[in-house]
């Protein structure tokens, strides 16, 4: 047994939990992550990685302590995961380029968004809204990182059947919606969603999505003042002396 250990955190879920199955280890509303070593900086400028897009993910399994389920993370806790991956590696002073100007942020001081815990049933991740617009009815999911794989790989696909395509939104939608007025056939979902659902409809809905969904606040004030907006993720985030 090594005579070495590593300090370790523990790091709270932005949805608490609430949305997991039951016996998942992520109900818990909190995960243990350890410390970044020598060995997550070899994943960062793992160029394989870097080409294939997997980088954060590999380093994100690497940190993570509890026997979890990646695939079920949803992407509001993922993303807490990923600022506490930096804090623990390289501390919390981020500091980034904005519109010409330098600006710097204590990543420590970010907080998780407000949850409205009425809206949530524990263990159940599905949603109703009626659509304002067209009166239609629908029940919808929040994305995990399995979806959102699955939807990378649908959009990979089609872009080999027509390179000029881009139905980025409209496919994201298939995967968030989970039944248009009591149907969940997922062809009569596509085909609502191809075919029948409004621009109107659309927006409400994703503006909807954002709203109630579990997150870690990433918003700024720049230095010249003005509205927030959001916190530019650049290289140096998990590699501070970058350029």
Do not use: C
Not at 44 to 59: A, C, F, P, R
Not at 165 to 182: A, C
Request: cysteine-free; overall charge neutral.
């Amino acid at each position: 047994m090594s005579k070495f250990t590593l300090p370790t955190e523990t790091i709270e879920l932005p949805s608490k939990g609430l949305l997991y199955p039951k016996d998942s280890e992520l109900a818990k509303g909190t995960i243990e992550m350890k410390y970044m070593t020598a060995k997550e900086e070899d994943i960062l400028t793992n160029q394989s990685y870097i080409q294939k897009g997997t980088v954060i993910d590999k380093l994100i399994k690497s940190l993570i302590v509890s026997k979890i389920d990646f695939n079920q993370l949803l992407i509001g806790d993922k993303n807490a995961i990923m600022v506490a991956a930096r804090i623990l590696g390289y501390g919390g002073k981020y500091e980034f380029t904005y519109k010409g100007e330098h600006n710097e942020v204590d990543l420590s001081t970010l907080d998780n968004k407000k949850l409205d815990k009425k809206l949530f049933e524990p263990g159940i991740n599905e949603f109703s809204l009626k659509l304002p617009q067209s009166g239609n009815e629908i029940t919808f999911k929040l994305l995990t990182h399995k979806d959102e794989q699955d939807i990378a790989r649908e959009l990979e696909g089609l872009k080999k059947i027509n390179k000029d395509s881009s139905p980025e939104l409209t496919t994201r939608l298939k995967h968030v919606i989970q039944s248009v007025n009591g149907e969940r056939d997922k062809k009569d979902i596509r085909d609502y969603v191809d075919n029948y659902l409004l621009a109107k409809d659309s927006r409400s809905l994703r503006e909807y999505i954002k709203k109630i969904q579990p997150d870690i606040d990433l918003t700024f004030f720049p230095k010249r003042g003005g509205d927030a907006v959001n916190l530019p993720i650049g290289l140096s985030f998990f590699w501070p002396d970058a350029g």
